[in-house]
């Protein structure tokens, strides 16, 4: 790239190095130790790329990064090589396939841990998805049982007072009943009395007709 891209490139590495530095946040400055030690190795230039690529290695051994130290190994490869060192670059190679199957060992485990979890998780869904199935049929049965008690309250009610009625229609015909046996009974006693006064009358009518019948 030309000088104009080189530059603003190395001032923005150099202002994410001092802000990462700042956070503190390690996985951080070992990226900007990448980005800083990457430009000058694109310039060729490998003994200013050295340091920072040795500082991001020793910052990704520190936090046991396995993606940092793979990164770092194989920079460091390819910058003790550019160097002129290859006994040194071997080690460095060597360390790099370490880190490659050690990435791809946790990958894998990472990939089984997820298998695991979905497997899980699909159990779990199954269960709940069961669940919520009997506790919707628990829910129609309740709604039906709960129907039919209503059914049978409101009929209950119904009857209850065709009942009531009855018995108000009873009570009232047992009233007029009273007051027609009353007036039964009361027109006989006038009936009785009535009786007897005419009977009275005609022994007192006979009784002069005699009286009379001897006088003559």
């Not at 990462?20 to 060729?44: M, P, T, V, W």
Request: hydrophobic share 40%; glycine share 6%; proline share 1%.
């Amino acid at each position: 790239f030309d000088m104009n891209q080189k530059d603003s490139a190395l001032l923005l590495a150099n202002r994410g190095m001092a802000i990462s530095q700042k956070l503190d946040d390690q996985y951080l400055i070992a990226r900007s130790y990448f980005h800083c030690g990457n430009l000058r190795e694109l310039e060729g230039n490998f003994v200013e790329a050295l340091p920072y690529y040795l500082n991001g290695y020793q910052i990704s051994k520190n936090t046991g990064r396995l993606d940092l130290l793979s990164t770092f190994s194989e920079c460091l490869y390819k910058t003790y090589k550019g160097l002129g060192k290859p006994e040194i670059a071997i080690g460095y190679l060597e360390g790099f396939k370490i880190w490659e199957d050690s990435l791809l060992n946790e990958a894998n485990r990472k990939k089984m841990l997820e298998f695991q979890a979905r497997l899980e998780f699909e159990e779990k869904e199954k269960t709940l998805m069961a669940t919520q199935a009997s506790l919707k049929q628990e829910s129609y049965i309740q709604r039906w049982v709960i129907g039919l008690v209503l059914v049978l309250l409101s009929l209950s009610v119904i009857q209850s007072w065709r009942l009531f009625r009855n018995r108000q229609k009873l009570k009232k015909s047992y009233g007029q009943l009273e007051l027609a046996n009353k007036e039964i009974q009361e027109l006989n006693t006038n009936l009785q009395l009535r009786v007897e006064e005419r009977t009275e009358n005609l022994e007192k009518a006979n009784e002069m007709l005699r009286e009379f019948s001897f006088t003559n």
